[in-house]
């Protein structure tokens, strides 16, 4: 009985995502790319009701250029690292007209968030306020050309970490630090997954106070993989627990949405030229690694939250 | 003190969204602020955020979307702000924010310096100077309605201690009043559900230059504005400013250069060699950007010295004040050259005996032998 009508809920889900489009089609990103996709299920949830703000990224140019806009919703582009300042404002600005069902979301790439703009986004999640945070993450800074994050993954290549000098270090965990602030949600999304990201989108939309959403983007240039690819590569992403799917609630109550299936990471990586110069030994070391983490994970997804 | 009375002047002008960051020699007017917002005597959303780089960017984003806004800072913050500034006058968005003038570290300095502001100069954000707490109080008042009509964001500006913590009688005039002076802020273009447009967006050359011309068009309506607007708060609450204002200047064969509280001490100078006869005379900068070309022009052709007192100094070529002066009065007849003396940096006083020092040596500069003076320089 119950499977039944899980079974029709999650069709009636799969139906208003399917027909539902906000953004428009004419932008200009890249054949497939991640963000874009990220952009299109996110909207189609949040509905036209919704202030998007951009910070500097590969989505400056994708929403396109003066005086168009290809996201049906009003954008405001702003500075690189203020897009949870920038939105802390428009949210006060709009509450202050009435406005306190408008969704206010801000929607930045992984050097915006990762990095430069994170002293803006603690301030606004220990401030709790009542934005939608998302951050597209390609793992490097695009938009410039491919340089390293500190969500770069652990010896991968980039224009800044040459294959000689690969990515030292392991890729910030940044749905800690957002847990660490106690805010309401923190989750991580996957295209690949459209249901498990809508219901993630859903859950966000149902609540109030900062509420962090973390997408994974696969980038056919920066990844160097074949833009027919992108599905697949982040689908992997996900299946090979690099990119593990799961929730936070109240930066305490962990929950794992997607079991993943463990393929080997060696799969995953070897689809993709940043990872071209690996040897066997560091592809054994990114296993033990991701496989350490995933049990960390379940740990934390056993642990019941503190309660008074 | 010049701090309550930014304050005040906030209140009154019924902001709806403050973001600020602590700094001395600003701290009071965020402190007395926040009390007046969780008192609810004013109705305002106070972002008490982590940096000035973020306070900057919540009033953009308040900005962008119709409220009224209001920031305070000072020297490092006013630095750290530096790119948003940019971002504020591009957007053209008409936010108002008190520098209270503080020297540059290092060495740390919370003194009187007017280098913090005077850096911002090219940030598209008009500036206006103030000598007294009442100044204060009513050019904050003055300057929302400056920047609303001309969709501008403006600083105002006044010296640390001598005014932010100096205190003075200042009329706060009544709110009702001040409602009819100051209507609610109506943008015309705003963050608005209903209407998907993308503000900020990539530009192409073919319509960035158009743009700055824009801006530049509305720089060059802000004198008008600022003038008509100064005039109407004359005519309503009976205290007069201009962009530049003079002081026994109409007679005088050397006149002074000032800008803020230096103005002061050097009225009281002026008044003791007008005693002996001698015909001294000031003329008070306020607004710097803006820069009001034409009345400098016509207020120094035809005198034997002007003298600029810079309390401030650009590394490399002098005080900021005499460099504008110099550059806006190039090839005009009968302008005497400009003297320059920077003087009360990092908040050395400039005494009366400062101001007297620099009439005599200027009175003995018949042409321009150096770029600047240091005036009672130690060894
Ligand atoms: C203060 C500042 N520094 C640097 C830049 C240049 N910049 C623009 S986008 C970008 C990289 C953005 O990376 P990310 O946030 O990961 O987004 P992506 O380009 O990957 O979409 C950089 C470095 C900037 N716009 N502002
Ligand atoms: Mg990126």
Known sequence: MKAVSEFSKSKRLIKDFKEREIMGPGHLACQGCGATLNMRYLLKEAGPNTVMVIPACCWTIIDGQFPFNTLGVPVMHTAFETAASAASGVRAALDRQGKEDTNVIAFAGDGGTFDIGLQALSGAAERNENIIYCCYDNEAYMNTGIQRSSATPELAWTTTTPEGHPKQGKKKDIIQILAAHGIPYAATLNAAFPEDFLKKVRTALSMKGTRFLHMISACPPGWKIDSSMSIKAMRMATESKAFPLYEVYDGVKYHITHESKGTPVKDYLKMQGRFRHLTAENVDFIQRRLDYQWEQLLHRGQLEPFNG | ?379
């Open chain 2, 1 to 379: 003190m010049g701090n309550h009375a930014v304050s005040w002047g906030v209140l009154r002008s019924r902001a709806q969204v403050i973001a600020a960051y602590p700094i001395t020699p600003q701290t009071q007017i965020v402190e007395e602020l926040s009390e007046m917002c969780a008192d609810g005597d004013l109705d305002a959303t106070f972002i008490k955020v982590e940096s000035e780089h973020s306070a900057m960017a919540c009033c953009i984003g308040a900005a962008q979307a119709g409220a009224r806004t209001f920031t305070a800072t000072s020297a490092q913050g006013l630095a750290l702000m530096h790119e948003l500034l940019h971002w504020a006058s591009g957007a053209r968005l008409p936010i108002v924010m008190t520098d209270v003038n503080r020297a540059m570290a290092p060495g740390w300095s919370i003194w009187a310096d007017q280098l913090d502001s005077l850096a911002q100069r090219d940030t598209g954000w008009m500036q206006m100077y103030c000598e007294s707490n009442q100044e204060v109080f009513d050019l904050t008042v003055c300057s929302y309605k400056i920047a609303e009509q001309l969709d501008l964001p403006i600083m105002v500006v006044y010296d640390a201690f001598l005014l932010s913590h100096t205190s003075e009688v200042v009329d706060i005039t009544d709110q009702g009043p001040i409602d009819d002076f100051l209507p609610p802020r109506q943008a015309e273009l705003k963050l608005d559900p209903g209407k998907p447009y993308a503000f900020g967006s990539l530009v192409m050359p073919e319509y960035y230059y158009e743009m700055r011309y824009k801006l530049q068009e509305a720089m060059e309506r802000a004198g008008g504005v600022i003038d008509s607007v100064l005039e109407e708060w004359a005519e309503r609450f009976g205290r007069k400013y201009g962009q530049v204002e003079g002081y026994k200047l109409d007679d005088a064969d050397i006149v002074l250069v000032t800008s803020g509280t230096t103005t002061s001490t050097t009225k009281y100078m002026v008044n003791q060699y007008r005693e002996r006869g001698e015909k001294v005379g000031i003329l008070k900068m306020r607004t710097l950007r803006p820069f009001p070309v034409e009345r400098v022009r016509k207020e120094l052709a035809g005198r034997k010295r002007v003298l600029v007192i810079d309390k401030n100094m650009s590394p490399g070529l002098g005080g900021v004040w005499a460099q504008e002066l110099r550059a806006a009065t190039a090839h005009i007849p009968d302008v005497p050259p400009i003297q320059c003396y920077i003087a009360g940096l990092g908040g050395r006083d400039i005494r009366p005996e400062t101001v007297r020092d620099v009439i005599e040596h200027g009175k003995t500069q018949e042409s321009l032998e150096k770029e600047y003076h240091w005036i009672q320089l130690k060894n």
